[in-house]
């Protein structure tokens, strides 16, 4: 309803409203469209929580990761969950939001309208460490969260998809024969896991280890057993 009334009394609004607001209406116009609403009718999203998983957020709220699930269901939505690792080492999913899109006007309102209302402000002071997928769109509203809703907390990115996002970006696809690919795959994963290495508690623990283990690895990438085999 309040998008509908911006669109059409957009006269009633100064120029930095008509503007913050802008990405928004396009927004919802683009959603009526696809998913044949009228005028009246938008999803902008759903948060919800509730008491039992909230209990652990409220006791280990120190590490925040988040993540968006994209095309699981008909309608096309987006699935974000917020989640916090506990002191016995299990990821509980804390807090759930539907999404219509992955836009940077989405991840505004879920950031600065859904959480400080659903969530205990008190508990984000406490928040040390967000993880995330890396997302531009997501990533630029988490840096404006970071000064307003977590002020103790720095943003880093989730290796899983640091490694494999990177891999695929910028490592060129081979098209091995059938007797070539089992070698091909389990040369890959063995560079990966040698990568989550530097990640892991107890491996690298140093910025000296790593150039280390990173020299090493190049040294084994570049060895003449790794070309011949490979």
Same mark, same amino acid.
């Given at each position: 309803?309040?998008?509908?009334?911006?669109?059409?009394?957009?006269?009633?609004?100064?120029?930095?409203?008509?503007?913050?607001?802008?990405?928004?209406?396009?927004?919802?116009?683009?959603?009526?469209?696809?998913?044949?609403?009228?005028?009246? =009718?938008?999803?902008?999203?759903?948060?919800?929580?509730?008491?039992?998983?909230?209990?652990?957020?409220?006791?280990?709220?120190?590490?925040? $990761?988040?993540?968006?699930?994209?095309?699981? /269901?008909?309608?096309?939505?987006?699935?974000?969950?917020?989640?916090?690792?506990?002191?016995?080492?299990?990821?509980?999913?804390?807090?759930?939001?539907?999404?219509?899109?992955?836009?940077?006007?989405?991840?505004?309102?879920?950031? =600065?309208?859904?959480?400080?209302?659903?969530?205990?402000?008190?508990?984000?002071?406490?928040?040390?460490?967000?993880?995330?997928?890396?997302?531009? =769109? =997501? &990533?630029?509203?988490?840096?404006?969260?970071?000064? &307003?809703?977590?002020? /103790?907390?720095?943003?880093?990115?989730?290796?899983?998809?640091?490694?494999?996002?990177?891999? /695929?970006?910028?490592?060129?696809?081979?098209?091995?024969? /059938?007797?070539?690919?089992?070698?091909?795959?389990?040369?890959?994963?063995?560079?990966?896991?040698?990568?989550?290495?530097? $990640?892991?508690?107890?491996?690298?623990? $140093?910025?000296?280890?790593?150039?280390?283990?990173?020299?090493?690895?190049?040294?084994?990438? $570049?060895?003449?057993?790794?070309?011949?085999?490979?």
């Amino acid at each position: 309803k309040i998008l509908g009334e911006v669109t059409k009394d957009a006269a009633l609004l100064d120029g930095n409203e008509r503007e913050c607001l802008r990405p928004v209406a396009e927004s919802a116009i683009e959603q009526r469209k696809s998913r044949g609403l009228d005028d009246e =009718q938008v999803f902008h999203c759903i948060a919800w929580t509730h008491e039992k998983v909230l209990r652990y957020f409220l006791l280990c709220p120190e590490v925040v $990761t988040f993540d968006v699930t994209s095309h699981t /269901n008909k309608s096309g939505f987006h699935l974000l969950t917020f989640s916090c690792r506990t002191s016995v080492d299990k990821q509980v999913v804390f807090c759930r939001v539907w999404l219509p899109d992955q836009r940077r006007a989405s991840f505004r309102y879920v950031f =600065q309208e859904a959480l400080p209302k659903i969530l205990p402000k008190h508990v984000f002071v406490r928040v040390c460490f967000l993880i995330c997928d890396g997302d531009a =769109q =997501q &990533n630029l509203e988490l840096q404006i969260a970071v000064k &307003n809703l977590f002020p /103790n907390g720095f943003v880093g990115g989730c290796c899983f998809h640091m490694f494999h996002n990177g891999w /695929n970006r910028h490592v060129c696809t081979i098209n091995w024969t /059938n007797s070539k690919k089992p070698t091909w795959v389990a040369f890959v994963r063995r560079i990966h896991s040698w990568m989550y290495f530097w $990640t892991r508690p107890g491996y690298c623990q $140093t910025r000296e280890e790593y150039e280390i283990s990173k020299h090493l690895l190049i040294e084994c990438l $570049t060895s003449k057993h790794a070309l011949k085999k490979n």
